[in-house]
Nanobody, 121 residues
Framework: QVHLLESGGGLAQAGGSLRLSCAASGSIGRINVMGWYRQAPGKQRELVAAITNGGTTNYADSVKGRFTISRDNAKNTVYLQMNSLKPEDTDVFYC???????????????WGQGTQVTVSS
């Protein structure tokens, strides 16, 4: 089995910073794209940032210049450094990975359990 375990969420003041981490564990063959999504109550989950295993990144317009995604392929871990946080960044953040389990050529998307980020004004 494969699991994605997130950490680093919590409470921050506007203008502050938080760093999210997400480590994939289990029987992992290859990880392709890893990313972070966000979801507010009653709304669809939306992409925040994504990174390929080669390091190419993609960001939502709302976070460009403030958030930075990175990954450590040796640790199967993806990070999201969030700076200049705004109250509107308050959401549940989910880690996502397109991953091929060990011994399988079938790759699929896995999700973490979500971590709450709350930004106070």
């Amino acid at each position: 089995q494969v699991h994605l375990l997130e950490s680093g969420g919590g409470l921050a003041q506007a203008g502050g910073s938080l760093r999210l981490s997400c480590a994939a564990s289990g029987s992992i063959g290859r990880i392709n794209v890893m990313g972070w999504y966000r979801q507010a109550p009653g709304k669809q989950r939306e992409l925040v940032a994504a990174i390929t295993n080669g390091g190419t990144t993609n960001y939502a317009d709302s976070v460009k210049g403030r958030f930075t995604i990175s990954r450590d392929n040796a640790k199967n871990t993806v990070y999201l450094q969030m700076n200049s946080l705004k109250p509107e960044d308050t959401d549940v953040f989910y880690c996502n990975a397109n991953l091929c389990p060990s011994g399988s050529s079938y790759c699929t998307v896995y999700w973490g359990q979500g971590t709450q980020v709350t930004v106070s004004s």
